[in-house]
């Protein structure tokens, strides 16, 4: 953690980590960085966006606003229209920015722009506004970011960089694991249905010759043949049911030791 920060606000810190690492939902994660530091640093708004690499824009998934100021939430920000964001990406260093158009509609003064990241691969996008409201009557911000609040800022996106890589690896494997159960659970029902045919063909058959209905030797001689045929079949379906189980262990395996050597790779880099 940055020594410069004073010892109140590494406590701070603390408790706003340990807060946000408690969850495992994007959403709530995101909200609560925005509102944490939208209230700790008194700013008029805070957004955050999920940033995927090489992605030409972004969207404010969470944002902590204070009226009257225009809220953003849902809006898609164009990089190549916003060169501090692209900047804070790049470098994962935090960015000022002072300078806006007259007609902004957002009425902005100054911004603080900070990138989360984890294992230095950028993840998010985190802007502090300060708005005109807030402005003295020679055209500045009252209070103008500071080297605390800067690092403040910038200790709580590393925190969140990492929150929100684990959180994404969660909501991943756990769609997998719940595509994985939904493919299990067709593939149950339908090998029931196959093992179910040809075994009540079997009884059916093997019933009819126990009851004397055939009509002559030639016809239980046929009731036979018929069941062994579908005895047959049920062996067939049995086996491939076996080899798929087989197969789908084996595959597994693979992959979890792709995993754990991939893991083992990044963890001696």
Not at 41 to 50: A, D, F, K, M
Not at 184 to 206: C, D, M, V, W
Request: proline share 3%; net charge negative.
């Amino acid at each position: 953690m940055n020594q410069q920060i004073s010892a109140q606000s590494q406590k701070l810190l603390l408790q706003i980590g340990r807060k946000i690492r408690r969850t495992l939902d994007l959403d709530s994660i995101w909200q609560q960085t925005v509102n944490s530091l939208g209230e700790t640093l008194g700013v008029s708004r805070c957004i955050i966006c999920p940033y995927e690499s090489s992605s030409l824009q972004v969207k404010v998934a969470a944002e902590y606003c204070q009226e009257p100021f225009l809220p953003m939430l849902g809006m898609e920000i164009s990089l190549t229209a916003a060169p501090h964001f692209i900047q804070a990406l790049a470098t994962l260093e935090p960015v000022v920015v002072e300078s806006f158009a007259a007609n902004d509609a957002f009425g902005p003064q100054s911004l603080l722009v900070v990138a989360t990241a984890y294992q230095e691969q950028a993840n998010g996008i985190i802007s502090l506004h300060q708005c005109k409201g807030r402005s003295s009557r020679k055209g500045k911000t009252d209070r103008p970011w500071t080297k605390s609040q800067i690092d403040f800022a910038q200790e709580l996106a590393d925190q969140v960089g990492s929150a929100i890589a684990l959180a994404t690896l969660y909501q991943e494997r756990s769609k997998r694991v719940q595509g994985l159960s939904q493919l299990k659970k067709q593939f149950l029902l339908k090998a029931s249905h196959e093992l179910r045919t040809p075994l009540n063909h079997i009884i059916g058959y093997l019933q009819l010759t126990i009851d004397d209905q055939a009509d002559d030797p030639i016809e239980e001689r046929d009731f036979i043949q018929e069941a062994h045929r579908s005895a047959i079949h049920l062996s067939k379906v049995i086996s491939n049911i076996l080899d798929y189980i087989e197969l789908s262990e084996a595959c597994q395996t693979h992959a979890e030791l792709t995993a754990f050597r991939s893991q083992e790779k990044s963890g001696n880099q």
